[in-house]
């Protein structure tokens, strides 16, 4: 009979091990797609990258592209804790804050901090959709995702009484989901050469404008 300790120490081990092997899998992966660009990135490479098979690669992701998204999700949470943006303190600390200017000001503090690396990752989706079709699902559930969280984020502005009052709630919500659309960043930042702090302020002064009295 086994010993009903051991085999629990066998499993947490087992379970640590494929965290430790995600973790790698996934800074490895990060790495290689922004060098080589989604289509120049190879599983294969992935794997002896992070020093673990590629058996080991698909068994925790099932194809590049759900590799892309989790990289993505990682990087818009900062870690790889089984948390979602929904439950992060600093959602927590926006809902709580009972002015709209500065809930736009702190969302946006971290939208800055952040989107240097995640907009390209998304771009990398978006420009990969049209040969992937995998890419294409994944692309596809980035922009929903954030339409939900501009939805929620709309919501909990219009809970203060600031919003404008002929503005809908939708349409707040679409306004916010436009100025934080990875397009903009690309052609502002990428392109036009703005820097984070620059966007952010252009960002703030615009959707205050457009959504608040």
Not at 35 to 48: F, H, S
Request: glycine fraction near 4%.
């Amino acid at each position: 009979m086994v010993d009903p300790v051991k085999r629990r120490y066998d499993t947490s081990r087992r379970q640590e091990q494929a965290r430790e092997n995600r973790r790698r899998i996934l800074a490895a992966a990060s790495g290689l797609f922004r060098e080589k660009g989604y289509a120049g990135t190879a599983m294969p490479e992935v794997a002896r990258t992070a020093g673990v098979s590629v058996q080991t690669v698909y068994k925790a992701f099932a194809n590049k592209a759900t590799l892309l998204k989790a990289v993505f999700d990682v990087t818009v949470a900062g870690d790889d804790e089984d948390v979602p943006i929904a439950g992060r303190d600093f959602i927590a600390a926006i809902q709580a804050e009972p002015d709209a200017t500065r809930k736009i000001e702190m969302y946006l503090d971290h939208f800055a901090a952040v989107a240097p690396m995640v907009i390209p990752v998304q771009l990398l989706a978006r420009d990969a959709a049209a040969a992937d079709p995998a890419a294409a699902e994944v692309w596809a559930q980035m922009r929903q995702e954030m339409l939900m969280a501009m939805t929620y984020f709309s919501a909990d502005l219009v809970a203060t009484g600031q919003v404008k009052p002929d503005l809908a709630a939708d349409d707040a919500r679409d306004i916010l989901w436009t100025y934080h659309a990875p397009e903009q960043y690309e052609l502002l930042c990428l392109r036009r050469g703005w820097t984070p702090e620059r966007y952010r302020g252009f960002l703030r002064d615009a959707i205050v404008a457009a959504v608040l009295v």
